[in-house]
């Protein structure tokens, strides 16, 4: 009898270790009446062998341009995706591509974290272009420009990047820590320790575009650990 009991307790305690582990779910771009776009203009489309949404600047003078997810909302866990950006035909010289990934969007938009990357740097001829391939930024209080004059080097880095190809992207967030992970690389590009909403904020996920690109977003999947 106690060795049955002892299974039995074995097996419990198994099954409760498989449930609790987080869900990862599986979110889908394609006719999902879940996803808004904030600033954005978006479309279906087929692009280097995938099926992915575009989605492109609308004109506004704004650092909020997303596909927001209204139903989801995060506070920890990871964030996977694959991404491409590049600068639209009709973009200026200034622009980058930037592409990346909002996450914790205020209800209202006033407010979210964001990592992003800007693929023409990766392989510039300038090295210090090259050193701003990968960003973070907080909305609405600390933009790129305010983070470079005031921490310089801290919340950008490089990264090999090319414009217009398909790019693996994780963000794993834990209170007011977070780090970008590029290319499926097990050490992270830049890593925040200092998340400016700090560590209770949470809000939706947003695939994030800056001003002039054309960008294409598929396979996101995201991880709520709580």
């Known amino acids: ?3 049955a009991n002892y299974f039995i307790m074995l097996a419990l305690l198994g099954s409760t270790t498989v449930m609790s582990q987080p869900n990862t779910d599986s979110i889908s771009l394609f006719g999902n009446k879940n996803l808004s776009p904030v600033n954005v203009k978006v479309a279906e489309d087929d692009y280097l062998g995938k099926k992915s949404l575009k989605v492109t600047d609308s004109g506004a003078n704004t650092e909020a341009k997303f ?5 989801y909302d995060f506070k920890n866990g990871v964030i996977e995706i694959e991404l491409s950006g590049k600068p639209a035909e009709s973009s200026s010289e200034q622009a980058r591509g930037f592409v990346g990934i909002a996450f ?12 992003y990357l800007r693929p023409t740097n990766g392989r510039a001829d300038d090295q210090v272009r090259r050193n701003h391939s990968a960003q973070y930024i907080s ?4 933009p790129w ?4 004059k005031e921490f310089p080097e801290k919340y950008e880095s490089y990264v090999d990047l090319v ?3 398909w790019t693996k992207v994780r963000i794993e967030v834990k209170d007011d820590h977070a780090k970008l992970f590029v290319h499926g690389n097990l050490q992270p590009t830049l890593l925040v320790n ?3 909403l700090g560590a209770d904020h949470h809000g939706a996920v947003g695939l994030w575009i800056g001003p002039g690109t054309e960008a294409h977003f598929s396979n996101l999947r995201i991880t709520k650990t709580d």
């Open 163 to 165: 414009s217009g190809e």
């Open 104 to 115: 914790r969007i205020a209800k209202d938009n006033s407010k979210f974290e964001c990592f």
């Open 145 to 148: 420009f305010k983070l470079r």
């Open 194 to 196: 200092d998340l400016k």
């Open 139 to 142: 909305f609405p209080d600390f």
């Open 67 to 71: 596909v927001k997810i209204d139903t």
């Open 1 to 3: 009898m106690k060795k």
